[in-house]
Structure formats: structure tokens, C-alpha cells
């Protein structure tokens, strides 16, 4: 009867003892995720990115690290770039670039023990160099803004106003850029004076989701008018033709005091003569 019931019951058992030893090994290392749930750890581009694997168990654990599967004292693209500091169980690239996002695992190999990093980069964006700041441009013209975003798996779309475009609409196309960002490009082929606005373009994604804040760059378009241009033409010309009026006049109003003045001056001159004559 016992024996019967135990039998029953052993693999039960067994598969509790099995869980339980599981459960327990995989808390032998404690990595310093940022959200647990989904082993996210994220970093921003140029600074630190700091992989911490405590281990719980007492002894003498030598930790390794690797990317994507391979000793990280094997990449190339990692030579020279990072430490590791056995003591703390830290791994530390200092100046992390966007490639360093990927999968990382520590383990301890003597436990059979190891943990996955999903490390992602934060995102950035910027204008392309050419388009910083305001920009001038006239009804008509094509505008063409180029958004770069930095980081991992990037998301683009734009607020054009107070309205959010994360796909072609209207007149306003969305295209993907020559790095495979979709959204990266937003043009408009014939720009009219209700595009005056302010264009930001936004980029999220699985680092931005966890610290709430979308990368964000802004420009002013500020549109004038076809013939905005023409009127400061026109003015000018105006200003230059009443400018030459104006100086003709007053040239020939002194030409003729002086023929005037000249006339008064040459008087003396014919008295004298006069005078001589009479002496003569
Ligand atoms: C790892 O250990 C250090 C020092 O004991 C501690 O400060 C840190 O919070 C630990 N990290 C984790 C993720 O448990
Ligand atoms: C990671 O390794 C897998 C298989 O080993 C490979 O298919 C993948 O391209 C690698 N990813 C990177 C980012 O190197
Ligand atoms: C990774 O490389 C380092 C340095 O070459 C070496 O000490 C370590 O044993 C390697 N780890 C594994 C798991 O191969
Ligand atoms: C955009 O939204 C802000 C605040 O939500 C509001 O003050 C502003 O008037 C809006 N602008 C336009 C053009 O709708
Ligand atoms: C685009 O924006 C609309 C409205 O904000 C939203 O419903 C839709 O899910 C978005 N599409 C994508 C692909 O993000
Ligand atoms: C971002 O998060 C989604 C949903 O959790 C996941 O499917 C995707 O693999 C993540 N991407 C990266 C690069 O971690």
C-alpha cells in the first residue's frame, strides 16, 4: 500500500526535486538587468555599458562572459575595448557604440550555470548636418529633412504640429532612409505657406519604452511666399531708381547755380576788362 502510493507519487516528487534544483541554480547568478521580466539592459551610446553577474554561491567561481555565443576575448570588433573586473563581476565596455547591443550570457561553466543580457542601445536622433536649426524655404520648393537615429531597432515618426505621421499621409511622404530606418526621410515635393510649422521627428524603441522618454529633434520650416522675394526685388529696384531721381535732380539744380554763380563771377572780370578797354 505505501509502497504503492510512493510509486505513484515519485515522479511527482521528482519533478519537484528537479524544478527545485533548477530554481535554485538559476539564482546562483544575479545579473544587473534592467527590466527582469524581459533580461533588458540598456545603455547609452558613447558611454559605459556595465554587465553585473553576482554569484550567491560561496566559492571560488571564475565567471565568463560572452556575445552572442562566442568568449568576448575572442571578438575583434571587442579587442582593446573592454574590461572585465573578476572581483566585482563586472563586464564594462567604456565607450559602448551602438553595435555593442546584442545578446550577452555570463555563466559559470564548473555550476552549469548561465544568464542571458538582451543589451540594447538607448536611441538618438539628429538632423543630417546640413538642415540644423531653422530653415528658410520658399512656397513651392521641395523639402526634404532627414532624421538619423542612432540605436537599436530604431522607430521613426514625426510631429508636424500638433499632428503625429508614422506613415505617408496626405502630401507629406515618409521613406526610408539609405540605413534602413523607415520614417527617416520626410519630404514634400511642392511646400505651400500651411506647412509653416515646427517638424519633430521622433524615434523609440525597446530602451526609450522603459525610461518613457522618445529621442527628439526639432526644426522650424519657415515658408515664405512665392513672390516674397520678388518684392524685395522689386523694393529695391524702386528705392535705386527714386535713389538715381533724386540725385539727377539735385545734380542739375547745382549745375545750374553754378552757371548762375559762374555768370556773377565773370561780371568783375568784364567790368575790368571793360575798364581796361576805356583806358585804352
Ligand atoms: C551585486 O553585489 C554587489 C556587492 O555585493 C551589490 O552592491 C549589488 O547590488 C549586487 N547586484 C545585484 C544585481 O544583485
Ligand atoms: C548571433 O549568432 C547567430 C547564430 O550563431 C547568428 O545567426 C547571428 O547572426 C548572430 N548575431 C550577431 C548580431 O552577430
Ligand atoms: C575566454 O577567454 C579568456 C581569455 O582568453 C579565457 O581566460 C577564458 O577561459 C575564456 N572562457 C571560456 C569559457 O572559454
Ligand atoms: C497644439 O497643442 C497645443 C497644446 O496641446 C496647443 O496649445 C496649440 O494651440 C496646438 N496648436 C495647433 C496648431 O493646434
Ligand atoms: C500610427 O499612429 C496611429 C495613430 O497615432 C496609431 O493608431 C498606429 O498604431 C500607428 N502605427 C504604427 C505602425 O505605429
Ligand atoms: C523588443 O521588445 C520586443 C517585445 O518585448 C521583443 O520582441 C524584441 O525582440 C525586442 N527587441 C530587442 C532588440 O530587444
Given at each position: 500500500m505505501d509502497c504503492k502510493r510512493i510509486l505513484r507519487y515519485s515522479p511527482l516528487a521528482v519533478l519537484l526535486l528537479v524544478t527545485l534544483v533548477i530554481a535554485q541554480s538559476s539564482d546562483v547568478l544575479q545579473p544587473n538587468y534592467d527590466v527582469p521580466s524581459t533580461s533588458l539592459k540598456i545603455f547609452d551610446i558613447g558611454k559605459a555599458l556595465t554587465l553585473g553577474c553576482n554569484v550567491t554561491k560561496d566559492g571560488e567561481y571564475e565567471l565568463s562572459w560572452e556575445k552572442n555565443g562566442t568568449n568576448?576575448?575572442?571578438?575583434p570588433e571587442l579587442k582593446d575595448r573592454f574590461k572585465i573586473l573578476s572581483a566585482e563581476r563586472k563586464f564594462i565596455i567604456s565607450r559602448a557604440l551602438d553595435t555593442d547591443a546584442g545578446q550577452y550570457t555570463c555563466s559559470v561553466s564548473e555550476l552549469k550555470v548561465s544568464k542571458a543580457f538582451n543589451v540594447v542601445a538607448n536611441v538618438v536622433v539628429k538632423f543630417e548636418?546640413?538642415?540644423?536649426g531653422k530653415t528658410n524655404i520658399v512656397e513651392g520648393e521641395k523639402l526634404t529633412l532627414h532624421c538619423i537615429a542612432f540605436g537599436t531597432e530604431p522607430k521613426v515618426y514625426w510631429l508636424v504640429g500638433n499632428t503625429t505621421y508614422n506613415a505617408s499621409k496626405d502630401h507629406i511622404v515618409l521613406q526610408e532612409d539609405d540605413r534602413g530606418v523607415e520614417n527617416a526621410k520626410l519630404i514634400i515635393d511642392s511646400i505651400t505657406l500651411n506647412d509653416y510649422a515646427d517638424y519633430t521627428c521622433e524615434a523609440r524603441n525597446n530602451a526609450t519604452d522603459v525610461t518613457g522618454k522618445p529621442a527628439q529633434v526639432m526644426m522650424t520650416v519657415r515658408v515664405r511666399g512665392k513672390y516674397a522675394a520678388l518684392y524685395v526685388f522689386v523694393g529695391i529696384i524702386v528705392e535705386v531708381v527714386v535713389l538715381c531721381a533724386i540725385i539727377l535732380i539735385c545734380e542739375k539744380r547745382r549745375n545750374k547755380t553754378e552757371i548762375e554763380e559762374s555768370d556773377t563771377d565773370q561780371s568783375p572780370d568784364q567790368r575790368r576788362r571793360k575798364s581796361s578797354r576805356n583806358y585804352n
Amino acid at each position: 500500500m505505501d509502497c504503492k502510493r510512493i510509486l505513484r507519487y515519485s515522479p511527482l516528487a521528482v519533478l519537484l526535486l528537479v524544478t527545485l534544483v533548477i530554481a535554485q541554480s538559476s539564482d546562483v547568478l544575479q545579473p544587473n538587468y534592467d527590466v527582469p521580466s524581459t533580461s533588458l539592459k540598456i545603455f547609452d551610446i558613447g558611454k559605459a555599458l556595465t554587465l553585473g553577474c553576482n554569484v550567491t554561491k560561496d566559492g571560488e567561481y571564475e565567471l565568463s562572459w560572452e556575445k552572442n555565443g562566442t568568449n568576448v576575448s575572442l571578438l575583434p570588433e571587442l579587442k582593446d575595448r573592454f574590461k572585465i573586473l573578476s572581483a566585482e563581476r563586472k563586464f564594462i565596455i567604456s565607450r559602448a557604440l551602438d553595435t555593442d547591443a546584442g545578446q550577452y550570457t555570463c555563466s559559470v561553466s564548473e555550476l552549469k550555470v548561465s544568464k542571458a543580457f538582451n543589451v540594447v542601445a538607448n536611441v538618438v536622433v539628429k538632423f543630417e548636418s546640413t538642415e540644423v536649426g531653422k530653415t528658410n524655404i520658399v512656397e513651392g520648393e521641395k523639402l526634404t529633412l532627414h532624421c538619423i537615429a542612432f540605436g537599436t531597432e530604431p522607430k521613426v515618426y514625426w510631429l508636424v504640429g500638433n499632428t503625429t505621421y508614422n506613415a505617408s499621409k496626405d502630401h507629406i511622404v515618409l521613406q526610408e532612409d539609405d540605413r534602413g530606418v523607415e520614417n527617416a526621410k520626410l519630404i514634400i515635393d511642392s511646400i505651400t505657406l500651411n506647412d509653416y510649422a515646427d517638424y519633430t521627428c521622433e524615434a523609440r524603441n525597446n530602451a526609450t519604452d522603459v525610461t518613457g522618454k522618445p529621442a527628439q529633434v526639432m526644426m522650424t520650416v519657415r515658408v515664405r511666399g512665392k513672390y516674397a522675394a520678388l518684392y524685395v526685388f522689386v523694393g529695391i529696384i524702386v528705392e535705386v531708381v527714386v535713389l538715381c531721381a533724386i540725385i539727377l535732380i539735385c545734380e542739375k539744380r547745382r549745375n545750374k547755380t553754378e552757371i548762375e554763380e559762374s555768370d556773377t563771377d565773370q561780371s568783375p572780370d568784364q567790368r575790368r576788362r571793360k575798364s581796361s578797354r576805356n583806358y585804352n
